[in-house]
């Protein structure tokens, strides 16, 4: 009785990263687990978590998640979660490799871009980029700007 029909997942996002993207120009993107304790999937359930300032660390041959809030479960007991703990990324080992190969040698950076949930299981999606220049943003923003103005233009005749 099992089809592939009720096998898909629902993608549910908790949380996007708009500055990232604004910040780093991202070559790469890759999927992660987090090991995660129970209160802090309830209070990500309620769509509280913050990470805009949060950056993902290699140390010793794993991928931590710092500098992302998530606030404690307002309904859980005494063994709540430290909010600014830092989480455990589940990533496999030729991942692991390619991006301390990146991030040591070519100088680029690990950045969180958006936080859902892939079924049940709470998924990260970090972007490997290069920090731009003021130069680059102010670009952007005039291409965003034509591009805005093209569509008006479409739109108006």
């Known amino acids: 009785m099992s089809s592939n029909a009720s096998k898909t997942k629902t993608q549910r996002t908790i949380a996007t990263n708009r500055r990232a ?4 120009a991202i070559d790469d993107t890759f999927e992660a687990g987090l ?5 802090e999937v309830k209070s990500l359930r309620e769509g509280k978590v913050q990470i805009a300032e949060g950056f993902i660390r290699l140390e010793q041959d794993e991928a931590w998640l710092v ?4 606030p404690p479960y307002e309904k859980a007991n005494r063994n709540n979660h430290e909010p600014l ?7 496999h ?3 692991i490799d390619k991006l301390i190969g990146a991030v040591s040698r070519q100088g680029f950076t ?3 871009l958006s936080l859902y949930f892939d079924g049940s ?11 731009k220049k003021l130069l680059d943003k102010r670009q952007d923003e005039r291409a965003a700007t034509a591009k805005r103005d093209m569509d008006r233009a479409r739109r108006g005749r």
């Open 85 to 91: 703990r830092h989480r455990k990324l589940l990533l």
């Open 93 to 95: 080992r030729r991942e």
């Open 67 to 70: 500098g992302v809030h998530i």
């Open 110 to 112: 690990l950045v969180p």
């Open 21 to 24: 993207r604004r910040e780093f």
């Open 35 to 39: 090991v995660l304790l129970g209160s």
């Open 121 to 131: 299981r709470v998924k990260l999606e970090l972007g490997l980029g290069k920090g």
